[in-house]
C-alpha cells in the first residue's frame, strides 16, 4: 500500500490533469450519444408502434440489426465503411453517431413500453376532447409515460457513458484513449487503468443514485380522494388525468371533460 501512495504522490500531478480533460471528452460524447438516441429512439418507437405495416418492420428491423451486432463493430462501420463511399466523418463525430444509433436501438423499447403502460382509455378521452393525435401523445400519453421511461433510460445512459471507452479504437481523446497513451508513456498499466476506473466511477455514480430515486413507486400511481372514488394520476406535464379506475374509456372521456388541458389533476 505505501508504494501505490508514493507512486501516486510522485506522479498523480502528471496524470490528472490529463485525465480529467479527457473525462470532459468522455461526458461530451456520452452527452451528444444519448440525446440522438432520446430523439432517434422516440422515432423509432412510434414507427414501431404504427398502423402502417411498413414503418412497423422498418423499426423492428432497425431494433434487431443494432442490438443483434456490437457497438464497437458498429463504430467501425462509421468511421472506416463510410470512409470507403466517400462521407468522412471526424472520429468524435463517428463515434457519436454510432453510439446514438446504438442508444436509439434500446431506447426505442424503452419508449414502446412506457406508452404502452398507459391505458389507451387515457388517450381516447383526450381525443374525444377535440386533441389531435399528436397533442394527445405530446401532452397526455407521453408525460405519463415518461415515468416509466425515466429509470431503464437513466440506467441505459449509464451504459453509453461507459460504452463510450470504444471509442478509443479510432482515436478519439476521450478518457480510455488518453489512459492508453499514458501507460504508453510511463509503463504503469495499473496505476494508471486504476485511476481511470475511478473516474468513470466518479461520472456514473450520480446517474446511479439518479437510477435509485426514480424507482421510487411514488413517483406515480393511485390516489384515494377522500370521500370520493380512486383517480389515475400522473406527475409530470400539462395534461388531464382522466377518469376513474374501472370506469373504461367512456368514464374516462366524461370525468376528463371536467377539466380544461393544461391543469393537473
Not at 405530446?138 to 405519463?144: E, K, T
Request: glycine share 10%; aromatic share 6%.
Amino acid at each position: 500500500m505505501g508504494a501505490v501512495l508514493a507512486v501516486y504522490g510522485e506522479y498523480l500531478g502528471r496524470w490528472l490533469p490529463p485525465l480529467v480533460r479527457a473525462a470532459v471528452v468522455t461526458l461530451e460524447l456520452a452527452a451528444l450519444s444519448i440525446a440522438v438516441g432520446l430523439i432517434l429512439g422516440l422515432v423509432v418507437a412510434l414507427m414501431k408502434m404504427s398502423h402502417l405495416a411498413a414503418l412497423r418492420r422498418a423499426a423492428g428491423a432497425y431494433i434487431e440489426v443494432i442490438r443483434g451486432t456490437p457497438a464497437l463493430t458498429q463504430i467501425y462501420i462509421v468511421y472506416f465503411g463510410l470512409a470507403g463511399i466517400g462521407i468522412r466523418l471526424d472520429n468524435f463525430t463517428a463515434a457519436v453517431a454510432a453510439l446514438g444509433i446504438n442508444t436509439a436501438a434500446y431506447m426505442a423499447e424503452i419508449y414502446r413500453a412506457g406508452i404502452e403502460s398507459v391505458h389507451k382509455g387515457q388517450r381516447e378521452a383526450a381525443l374525444s376532447l377535440g386533441m389531435t393525435p399528436a397533442r394527445a401523445m405530446r401532452y397526455v400519453v407521453l408525460p405519463q409515460a415518461w415515468s416509466v421511461v425515466l429509470p431503464p433510460g437513466t440506467n441505459l445512459a449509464i451504459a453509453i457513458l461507459k460504452d463510450t471507452s470504444l471509442a478509443s479504437a479510432i482515436a478519439t481523446p476521450e478518457l480510455m484513449s488518453r489512459a492508453y497513451d499514458l501507460v504508453g508513456q510511463s509503463w504503469r498499466p495499473m496505476d494508471i487503468y486504476v485511476l481511470a476506473a475511478l473516474i468513470y466511477a466518479a461520472m456514473c455514480l450520480p446517474l446511479g443514485l439518479l437510477v435509485r430515486r426514480l424507482e421510487r413507486p411514488a413517483r406515480r400511481g393511485e390516489v384515494e380522494e377522500p370521500g370520493g372514488p380512486r383517480r389515475r394520476i400522473g406527475l409530470r406535464g400539462p395534461w388531464v388525468a382522466v377518469g376513474t379506475k374501472g370506469d373504461g374509456a367512456e368514464g374516462e372521456a366524461g370525468a376528463g371533460a371536467e377539466t380544461a388541458p393544461g391543469r393537473m389533476t
